[in-house]
C-alpha cells in the first residue's frame, strides 16, 4: 500500500502579518541599542565613521596610580539637547585639510615684541597704566597704533623644551597646572594620527612636580628635571624653572602667558587647542580645528558662556562668588571700560552671540588677527587681573580689523569635554586667588561711567 505524506510549511511561516513584524524588529533594533545605549550628549556632535586604518586609538594613554584620582568630582551635565549641533567631517579629511593648510601658508614672520593694527574711534585701550607707561605702551603713527605684544620678561623653557616647540609646525594643544591646582588629564577619543600630527604640551611649576613625583607619575629624575623629555601619556611636560617666573606671587597669570600667547611660545605653529587643566578633551582636536574653526572660516573658535550674556554680569558673578578678591578693583577695570566705550551686548554685535565666553577651551588660528587679538586681551589683563571673560568683549568691539570669533554653544562645549572641579586645598587657596576679599564701596550708579551701560542692559534707557 503507498502512503502519500502531504508537508505543509508551519503555520508560523503563513501568517504575513508576523513576517512583516519580524522584519520591521531587524530593522529598528541595531538603531533602539544605538539610541538607548550611547551618550546622549554624543548626539549634539555629529560623526562620520572613520575611514579604514583611521580608528580610535582604544589603548589608555597613560596608567595613573590608584591614589591619583585623575577622574574624581567631574561636574554634571544638565543638558541634554543640542540645539546647534556640530558635523565633524571624516576623520583622515579633516587630518589632510589641517595638514594640506599648515604646508601651504607661508613661513611666520619673526615675531616682534610690537604689532600694529588699524586704529578705530579710539587709539588705546584701556589698562591702568601710568600716564608715562601709557606713552611707552601706545605709540600712534599714521592712524596706527604700536601695542606690545605680550610680556616682556623671559618665560623660564628649558631649552630642550624650548627647541621641541620650535619645532611643532602644525596643531599645539597645550594647557598648564600651576600650584598643584588640578589633575593631569589624559585626551579622549584620539584618531590613530593625532599623536604623530598633533604636540601635546603641558606646563607645570616646581609645586606640581613634587605633587606628580609623590604620586609616583613621574620618577626621581623627572621630579629634579633630569634633562630628558618628560611625557605622561600623550602629553610632553615642561617645568618652567623655579625662582624665574615673571609673576612670583600669581600663579594664575603665569598661566596666562601659556593660555594666550602660544603663537609666541609656538612660533611656527598654524593652530592651537588651548585647554584648562580641569577639563579632559573627549572629541580628537584634529576634529575640533577643522569643525569649529576651519569649516567656519574664522580666526578663533570658543564657547559662550552658560547663564551671563554681558560683562558686566560676568563682573557681577566674579565679584559674588571671589573669583577674584579685589572687588574696588573689578569696579574700577568695568567703569574704565564703560568710560572708553563699552556696550552691553544687542543684536547689534552679531555674529558674536554674547559679550562672555567660557575660556576653559579657545581654538585659535595663528595669523595676524587673532594674534592681535590675544596680545591685546593679554595686556589687559596683566593690568587689572586674570580673568579674561571680563576684557574679552571690551577687546573684541574696539579693536580694528575685527577678528572673527565663533561663539559656539554652549552645548557642544560640554560634549567636547569633561570638566572637573579643582583640587581642594586646605587652605582654600590655590589658583592665584587672593585669600583676603576687599569689599567695594556702596555708592548709586548716578554719575559713574558705567551708569548708561547699566540702564541699557536693564532695558531702561531712554535711548
Sequence with gaps: MVGWVRVRSPPVAESKLLCVSLLYLLTTL???????????GRRCLRLRLLPFGSTVTKTALFEYPPGYGEHKHALPVQRARCSSPVAFADYKTAVEEINGLCRNLSASPSVSPVLRYQSGRRNTFAGNFSTQKRRLFFKHTDNKVEVPCGFFKEF????????????????????AIL???????QPRGLGAETLATACFFMFIDDATRRALASHGILTAQDAHGGGAATFVGAWRVVTLRSGELPYENNPAMNGVIAKHLLHRLFPNARFSV???????????PMLLVHALLVDKGVDVAVSRHPFNLHAMEEAVATARWRKWGDVEAIRAQMETYCAHGLQPWSPNKLPYPSDVPDTAIII?????????????????????????????????????????????????????????????????????KQKVTRMASSRDIAGSTCERYLLKMWGESPE
Excluded at 623653557?157 to 619645532?167: F, G, N, S, T, V
Excluded at 585659535?364 to 588677527?369: C, D, P, S, T, V
Excluded at 594674534?371 to 573684541?396: G, H, I, K, T
Excluded at 570638566?419 to 592665584?432: F, I, P
Aim: aromatic share 10%.
Design 274 to 284: 588651548w585647554v584648562d587643566a580641569k577639563m579632559q578633551l573627549t572629541a580628537d
Design 30 to 40: 541595531p538603531l533602539a541599542l544605538y539610541v538607548s545605549l550611547s551618550d546622549p
Design 156 to 175: 623660564p623653557i628649558p631649552e630642550a623644551d624650548r627647541l621641541a616647540m620650535e619645532k611643532c609646525r602644525g596643531v599645539v594643544v597645550a594647557s
Design 179 to 185: 600650584n598643584d591646582y588640578d589633575k593631569i588629564r
Design 364 to 432: 585659535r588660528r595663528h595669523g595676524l588677527a587673532s594674534d592681535l587679538f590675544s596680545c591685546l586681551l593679554f595686556n589687559e589683563l596683566e593690568a587689572f587681573n586674570p580673568r579674561d571673560q571680563l576684557a574679552f568683549a571690551y577687546v573684541r568691539d574696539q579693536m580694528r580689523p575685527k577678528v572673527s570669533i565663533n561663539m559656539f554653544e554652549v552645548e557642544v562645549f560640554e560634549h567636547i569635554a569633561v570638566e572637573y572641579r579643582h583640587n581642594l586645598k586646605s587652605d582654600g587657596g590655590g589658583g592665584g
